[in-house]
């Protein structure tokens, strides 16, 4: 019963630093989605893939590249970390590709870029 | 511009009392609804979930929450709260149309606190 795990759970990296956040899912999930969530900003969508080798922009693209490695696994990378980009990240995955069916998150991953 | 309200940053119940946090939604038709909870150090996870028929929907946790076209609102309820209902709760929309079935729009969450 694992449904998304998110690699790592805590990070600290220095500016321009590079790292990739993990995320997988073991649901058979067709989409799955990398959000951020600041105080006062609520949940705001990096990017997402509606399905195995697709991938789009969301909200907050910039700075952040993603890899749909497989039907499982969505990964977040962050070439040239910022300060601007601390903040908590989730991953998320649903059964299809709209919206309707719900989401089911990971518990995150904290960041935070000095 | 399609956007979700929670007009309550912040709300403290004592346990045992009924709750109802607010949600509104700007769109001109009827969307699906959702209410997510999120514990601390948490993910979200879902309460429930309106599309159509019956307005008032029952979800996880003992939690209700009724769609009203006319208010276009979708409050979430509980008769009791729990010392353990204590966390942040979120109303999210998905405008139903062709083409833009991918973005869940956001409320900024209300958060809950419980007194004992």
């Known amino acids: ?114 | 511009a399609q956007s979700v309200t929670q007009p309550d940053i912040h709300i403290t119940v004592s346990e045992g009392a009924s709750l109802e946090l607010r949600c509104n939604y700007s769109y001109g038709a009827t969307p699906y609804l959702f209410w997510y909870v999120q514990s601390p150090g948490q993910g979200l996870q879902l309460l429930l979930k309106y599309f159509s028929g019956d307005t008032l929907v029952q979800g996880i946790k003992g939690f209700e929450a009724e769609f009203k076209r006319s208010q276009s609102s979708f409050n979430l309820r509980k008769p009791s709260v729990h010392w353990s209902d204590a966390a942040e709760y979120f109303c999210a929309v998905a405008p139903f149309h062709a083409g833009n079935n991918r973005k869940l729009i956001w409320g900024l969450g209300t958060s809950l606190a419980v007194n004992p």
């Not at chain 1, 790592?8 to 630093?17: E, R, S």
């Not at chain 1, 006062?40 to 399905?51: E, F, N, Q």
């Open chain 1, 1 to 114: 019963n694992a449904g998304v795990t998110q690699t790592p759970k805590f990070q600290v990296l220095k500016t321009g630093q590079s790292m990739t956040l993990q995320c997988a899912q073991d649901m058979n999930h067709n989409s799955m989605y990398w959000y951020r969530q600041d105080p006062g900003m609520g949940l705001r969508l990096i990017y997402y893939s509606a399905s195995e080798g697709t991938t789009d922009k969301g909200e907050v693209p910039n700075g952040y590249n993603v890899s749909r490695l497989n039907k499982r696994e969505f990964s977040l990378r962050l070439e040239s970390a910022a300060p601007s980009q601390t903040s908590v990240y989730f991953c998320a995955s649903s059964e299809g590709r709209g919206q309707i069916y719900g989401y089911t998150f990971g518990s995150g991953t904290r960041l935070t870029v000095v």
